[in-house]
């Protein structure tokens, strides 16, 4: 009784808050802020109100003497029905504020915690590694695939796991229970709360994607406050939101042209991923940009050396270069079930590509001996995809990729103690362990298959190989892995061999998904009824909790359960990141 009525009372709260006709204040109530960051400071009236209708205050003062730097004031921004008060590229120092905006009868509050960084610097490095949709059960299986199981105990730890902190970290955005990729990341990288697919801003009313209010980014922050060297690597298109999220001021993730220009701007030393039709002028053929800025030569200009395959990245590791733009597939680069096992996907086009590890060991080997210590973010992206189309031997093939990039970490950190680690997901997907298919099961269905509790015997996978990955996962006894959300699909309980999964593609109608009737023929084929909205073609994200571990100086203010923008806030705090 008590809590559903705490619960109307926060929906009649925050409805008030951000109907049409309130004034709305960004940063939002209860943002917290790194001393001395940068941030856009915006307040929207409703009903385009000139600026002597209005009042705005910080702690009972005009907002000019707190900045200490005059507002402009926007009547009818863009010709909508709203008028705007701007203070861009605003910072405070700590303490706590309150703002106020009024219109008329009506006054909007909002309340800001700026924390300082007081403690010295603690940590020199930063390795901060972020799987992408990585889920529980995509650490269970990957642990049970690389390390073995006999009679109840794992045959080893992964190296993500054997960490002394660890927290279950919560990844909502401000209008969403379940976020995407995007916000999440934009979550640990500015420590601010956003909403799906922005990027390095807030959501306001601005027509254009990249007018909305900006926070900084850590490396922005970095690069203006430090001497530290910063890299980004994955094995997505390094435009995708995650990596994005490092340098990035947009509402729109798919401003891929904007990201890359971006890119340019902060200019972090070491940047590795897929992607590269977003770097060519539209006048080189298989171009993506629309306009003729030629970002492989401007990188170039720059003093970057150049890798298109792992050949080329070794080599510019062994030549000594301590900038590197590696662009090593026109997508994203393949996973490891692709590069190791399979051989599909887009691996015979380009069969030079660096995995996530060797990108890993290439980067600290670049980035290490930089003076003031270096930032590296680390994505291992297509967990989160091979989820999305329902493809879990290849998700949980990258998860074991992520733990071997780990490793590297936690090689090179070693006994120095100058380095955090931490290891996140961004967010999660409905996906569970719940038992295994066995061919010796007798029935003709899939379902007949399906050995449950004292059934679910550990499957009978090939040998593994140095780096912990099962050498034959299409065998007689398989684990059976479920995602909770799925379009009209066909389950063929086996692992697709010939090439990532393809759940639903669209019906005679072109819009709505049905399922893909290559996977429907087979002899244990079952056909599924799906659960999502018929526009659907894949998986979704689920808004469960991920679990953080970490090690190293500042390590320890990892535990219980934290929202996802305290990640940068440890950050900022190991790295002394504060101050006016
Ligand atoms: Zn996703």
Redesign the pocket.
Known sequence: MRASCLLAAALTTSLMGGAALAQTIYPINRAEILEGSRFDFKVEFPNAPTSTEVTVTVNGKPVAEIFGRPTSFVQSEEGQKHSALWLRGASLPAGRYVVEATQGASKATVNWEVFATNEPRKARNVILFIG??MSVANRTAARLLSKGWEEGRYGGELAMDDMPSMALISTSGTDSVVT??ANAAHAFTTGHKSCVNALGVYCARNALTLDHPKVETIAELIKRRSGMAVGVVTNSEIEDATPASMVAHTRRRSDFNDIVRMFHDVKPDVIMGGGSPNFLPKSTPGSKRTDNEDFIARFKEAGYALATTKTEMNAAVAGGSRKLLGLYNTGNIDGAFDLRLARKGTVSRFPDQPDVVEQTKAAIEMLKGNQDGFFLMVESARI??YS?SLDWERSVFDTIMLDNAVKVAKDFAGERNDTLIIVVPDHAHPISIVGTYDDALPGQQLRDKLGVYQQSLPPNYGPRDAEGYPTDVNTSRRLAIAYGTYPDTCDTGRPFMDGERVPAVKGPDGKANIANEKDCSGPLATRKVGNLPLNANSGV?SGDDVILTAMGPGAERFRGHKPNTYVFRVMAEALALGGQ
């Open positions: 992408d949709g995407d990729s989160d995809k999305h994200h």
